[in-house]
């Protein structure tokens, strides 16, 4: 069994910066990639970035592109959301999520092992 728990959420103001964590335990073999996707009140879940098992490749949505970066650390089993110059649009409830194929998919239904999410509130 895998757990993905985030943290770093909360209220933050408009053009600050946030780092969110992801952190893998229990059987962490099974965690190749990882992503990071969002929901805002009202809309479906949208994927944000992923990212492979090493790390070389990423992938991030085109509407974020440029202000979110997303890393992992595997020594420390953990994965990382850099949020750079917030927007009011950024709130949501942020989860990451993993799949046992090294495949940062931007689908949802890709991904096997979810967390519960941590929520991020921008305020303007």
């Known amino acids: 069994q895998v757990t993905l728990v985030e943290s770093g959420g909360g209220l933050v103001q408009a053009g600050d910066s946030l780092r969110l964590s992801c952190a893998v335990s229990g059987r962490t073999d099974y965690v190749a990639a990882m992503a990071w996707f969002r929901q805002s009140a009202g809309k479906e879940r949208e994927f944000v970035s992923g990212i492979s098992q090493n790390g070389g490749y990423t992938d991030v949505a085109e509407s974020v592109k440029g202000r979110f970066f997303v890393s992992r650390n595997n020594a420390k089993n953990e994965m990382y959301l850099e949020i750079d110059i917030l927007k009011p649009e950024d709130t949501a409830v942020y989860y990451c999520?993993?799949?046992?194929?090294?495949?940062?998919?931007?689908?949802?239904?890709?991904?096997?092992?979810w967390g519960q999410g941590t929520q991020v509130t921008v305020s303007s």
């Open positions: 999520a993993g799949r046992g194929r090294d495949d940062p998919s931007q689908s949802e239904e890709d991904y096997t092992t």
